[in-house]
């Protein structure tokens, strides 16, 4: 079965920075993309970001230049590095490996 797990959220202040980490494990992790997601209460999920086999990256508009997605195949897992961070990133982020999704890790943000 594949299973994604997301670890790396909390609070954080306006501005400052928290790494989401995603390990996914039953598949062959090297050959396949993963993104990232986040849904806020009241508000439907959205994509965040993704990252190719090859590590190519996609950003949503809304976190280019403050997010930074990577990815270890060695360790078969993803990241998310968060920067300067906003009260509106304020979400349960998930990642996404197909029809597979993780549980999520919350992410607060205080102004």
């Known amino acids: 079965d594949v299973r994604l797990v997301e670890s790396g959220g909390g609070l954080a202040q306006a501005g400052g920075s928290l790494t989401l980490a995603c390990v996914v494990s039953g598949i062959t992790f090297y050959d396949y993309a993963v993104a990232w997601f986040r849904q806020a209460p009241g508000k439907p999920r959205e994509f965040v970001a993704d990252?190719?086999?090859?590590?190519?990256?996609t950003y949503q508009d809304g976190v280019k230049g403050r997010f930074t997605v990577s990815r270890d195949n060695a360790k078969n897992t993803i990241y998310l590095q968060m920067n300067s961070l906003k009260p509106e990133d304020t979400a349960l982020y998930l990642c996404r490996r197909g029809s597979f999704w993780g549980q999520g890790t919350q992410v607060t943000v205080s102004s």
């Open positions: 990252i190719g086999p090859e590590g190519r990256a």
